[in-house]
């Protein structure tokens, strides 16, 4: 029977090397959680090194993207009751000595970022990219209401009401795991606010960004704020409705 009431997911795509030190932290911060590996159809031994380490892993057949491996994790932890989800990068960036701040910030909302921009840290994004993120993040602000300075931030919890949102409705495309997760929280009145965490660099492996894709991030940031807009205003389940993944 679960007696944890925080599940802490890590998404991973061919994170074997950094995987197993991620598990050790988590632990040692958050013994009392239960944690998911979700590998997002790695070619390597990421979910054998997950298991070794402790892990549940749940692997899906092939990549869907950051947004299909936390739909999946979402919908599973909805139908196992999990009050509260933490969102936490397989490659060693996040510090989860920072969960215990971001759980202790859900009380006075629903979607807690763990934003790299606010005051905290060295961690910097030059160039094209950030003039795109520093956009995305006035415009965000005023759609949703709140003040954010890191809307792409992977580094997240969320709370019962909004997990019953995104266990159904979370986006999957490029960015929407993020940017268009916002939208579609603040139309259904959930609250979201952010508190200040420093970025790591990754332990191991390389960055899923590349030249072209940071060469075409705002027109992407554009296309996610547009689709969110566009989608039909989103539903909170209060109870079960479908079989578990």
């Known amino acids: 029977m679960r007696a944890a009431s925080l599940l802490v997911v890590l998404p991973a795509l061919n994170e074997a090397e950094s995987i197993a030190g991620v598990v050790a932290e988590v632990r040692a911060h958050q ?10 159809g790695s070619t390597d031994r990421t979910a054998e090194v997950a298991r070794a380490a402790g892990a549940r892993v749940m692997s899906l057949p092939f990549n869907l993207g950051i947004g299909g491996a936390m739909r999946a994790a979402y919908r599973f932890a909805y139908e196992e009751g999990y009050d509260c989800v933490v969102q936490v990068d397989g490659d060693g960036q996040h510090d989860p000595a920072d969960i215990a701040r971001l759980r202790s910030a859900l009380g006075e909302a629903d979607v807690i970022i763990g934003a790299r921009f606010a005051g905290t840290g060295e ?8 003039w795109a993120m520093c956009v995305l993040a006035s415009t965000l602000s005023r759609l949703v209401g709140t003040a954010l300075t890191d809307p792409t931030s992977g580094f997240r919890m969320v709370n019962g009401r909004a997990l019953s949102l995104f266990a159904f409705d979370f986006p999957e495309e490029y960015l929407g795991d993020t940017v268009e997760a916002l939208v579609l929280a603040s139309r259904a009145d959930l609250r979201i606010a952010q ?21 075409a991030y705002l027109l992407r940031v554009v296309t996610a704020i547009l689709l969110a807009v566009a989608r039909r205003a989103p539903i909170l389940r209060p109870g079960s409705t479908v079989e578990a993944v």
């Open 31 to 40: 013994p009392c959680a239960d944690l998911l590996v979700v590998d997002d």
């Open 123 to 130: 961690y910097a994004v030059r160039g094209p990219r950030r």
């Open 195 to 215: 508190v200040p965490v420093a970025m790591r660099e990754r332990t191991a492996g390389t960055p899923s960004q590349n030249a072209f894709r940071s060469s």
